[in-house]
């Protein structure tokens, strides 16, 4: 009986592991962030005229600069959060 | 330890009280009959209990101290979000005044072609090489005898 009661003692006294109840959530990255770049724009057509073929070329300038403030916008996501990251857990 | 987590926190400080107060009795006040007659077992029962508390009364310190850095965690974790969120409130708004000014500059880069370029739409032969060249270039393919 005595042994029993010393086992029982024994099991509620006894140190365990306790999980943590805080959790850090991933940060969610704005929408306009995921949005894909636009391909860029091909002529269709087997004749153009110059100042055509210069406004495809132009256009896709354009995106290409679309696309790169959004590449940019993630680098200044990443080295942000980062951070935020970083200063919590120090 | 599982027992704190359902054990009045009151009844530790009792069980850590009674094994003082035994271990006194039965080491101080042994003279006495009435302790006397039982002094052995008094003494035994009493550091065990006393023990007991003592252990108990260290698991309750460890799990307020615990539960303090928790709150303090929690504290850290909520501004971090909120700090994240203003970062990505700040982003997207850049992001949205960088595509607009783009897009205005793109725009009237266009209107400065048909305004200036147009005149030279006579003189300057596109021929159908300059477009498949364009075209491969936006594309990023290979020109067919470069497939090979």
Redesign the interface.
């Known amino acids: 009986m005595i042994n029993k009661l010393l086992l029982c003692a024994t099991v509620l006294v006894a140190g365990c592991t306790t999980v943590v109840p805080v959790k850090q959530k991933f940060p969610e990255v704005p929408q306009i962030l995921m949005e894909k770049c636009e391909p860029l724009s091909t002529i269709d057509k087997t004749s153009v005229v110059f100042s055509e073929f210069l406004s495809t070329v132009a256009v896709n300038y354009t995106k290409y600069h679309t696309c790169a403030a959004v590449v940019s916008a993630w680098q200044d996501w990443y080295r942000d959060q980062k951070k935020i990251s970083d200063d919590l857990n120090k | ?3 704190i987590n359902w054990l009045p926190e009151f009844l530790v400080h009792l069980i850590f009280l009674a094994g003082i107060l035994g271990t006194i009795a039965g080491f101080v006040f042994g003279y006495l009959p009435l302790v006397n007659k039982y002094k052995l077992l008094i003494q035994v029962i009493s550091v065990l209990i006393l023990s ?1 508390g003592v ?2 009364e260290g ?1 309750i310190a460890e799990k307020q101290k ?1 539960e303090l ?2 709150k303090e ?2 504290v ?2 909520s501004e ?2 909120a ?2 969120a203003h ?2 409130t700040q ?2 708004e ?3 005044t ?2 607009n000014t ?2 205005v ?2 725009d009237k ?2 209107q400065y ?2 305004r200036e ?2 005149v ?2 006579n ?4 021929t ?1 090489a ?2 498949k060249a ?2 491969l270039a ?2 990023n393919q290979l020109p067919l005898d470069e497939q090979k």
């Open positions: 330890m599982w027992i007991l252990y108990l698991g615990w850095r928790v965690l929690e850290k974790v971090a979000q700090k994240s970062v990505n982003i997207v850049k992001v949205v960088q595509t783009i897009k500059k793109g880069v266009l072609i048909d370029v147009k030279f739409d003189t300057c032969t596109i159908e300059i477009i364009h075209n936006a594309l």
